[in-house]
């Protein structure tokens, strides 16, 4: 019998736990810095676990090698994840966006039956355990945690990203396999709320819309997203602007353009005021917007305009018009930043992928070593696929190599 330790309780580190179990000739042990497993797990898709979607592709993860992640999904990919969970007894539901949700909505249903499944003979699950340093004896490890030492025949690590460290983001696991040779990228925050110049948004606050978000450089569109937005008083945020998070970590001179009506064209929101101006001859401007936009945001797209509120809709004139209908579908806001690591739901970069084999997750430097999860430089877009890598990496590398 081998000994397998896996630094890490979060999604990876479950998955990759319950998957070297399997095989009943490993023992295994799972450690987890946190008094429980899976604390970040609750948080995700809002408390309800978007745990993977039904558009999976190699296109929607970022790294320097983003095909990296092809063997791990092409083994254990939508279908695959699905009837693993299912095996466990979790019912789940697709939204017509492609997200899948537990059918409860309930985070704690996915928990609940990976807990479950960790509840084998051939398991021991140390929590308020921390990995402090590994190190290497023969063909195996040593790791001393904070609760006594662990000699292992192999070693995976799933210690997780630098994001969210009030839900046991840590920058441990980066430290754990630089100590054993590997390098990283640098590190940035993503799937998190974007600052912005707040001259309009501070307005705002609280109020949500539907948009098309474009991020732009000198005028030319970088990425694209549509879904809701939040304004905040120091930006921007929702899932649109989550979805697009992630260059405004990593690139700068952006801007970010909302098109507050992205079913119009230009020339039919012009058309629209155009009759509107007629229709709402003898009132101000101040409610020339309302019944196209949240009333407050109209009044402010308006102020953006530079048009006062208070000037009849009578008074426009042709070329405000347009104005306003350029604003409407062009709402800008220059980036200043993201809100950091503290909000921020994954991390971006992470230890170099080119120092493990994809078809296993076997480190090429150490071997019997192992590697899952967001502590690789592998991010996806949000809707899923972050959690997805976490359940195909961990999958594949519990496997060990023996595929």
Known sequence: MQIVLVVGGGASGMMAAITAAEDSQNRVILIEKQSRVGRKLLATGNGCCNLTNADLDVSYYFGEDRLFVKPALDYFGLEATLDFFRSLGLITRTEPSGRVYPYSMQANSVLDVLRFSLERPNIELRCDTEALSIKREGAGFVT?????????????????????????????????????????????????????????????????????????????????????????????????????????????????????????????VAAILFERKISGAGRSCEDFLTGILNKRLGQTVLKYADIALSQPISALKDGQLFKIARSIKSFNFTVMGTTGFENAQVTAGGIRTSEFDSHTLESKICPGLYAAGEVLDVDGCCGGYNLQWAWSSGRLSGRLGNI
């Open 144 to 268: 001393q945690t904070s609760t006594g030492t662990i000699k292992s025949d192999k070693l995976i690590v799933t210690a997780g990203g630098a994001a969210a460290p009030k839900l046991g983001g840590t920058m441990s696991g980066y430290k754990l396999l630089e100590a054993l040779g590997h390098s990283r990228t640098a590190l940035y925050p993503s799937l998190v709320q974007v600052k912005t110049d707040n001259t309009y948004t501070r307005a705002l606050k609280g109020i949500k819309a539907e948009a098309r978000v474009m991020v732009q450089r000198g005028g030319k569109a970088v990425c694209t997203s549509t879904g809701e937005v939040l304004f905040t008083e120091y930006g921007l945020s929702g899932p649109a602007v989550f979805e697009v998070s992630r260059h405004a970590s990593t690139e700068k001179d952006l801007v970010i353009s909302l098109d507050l009506m992205p079913g119009y064209e230009e020339k039919e």
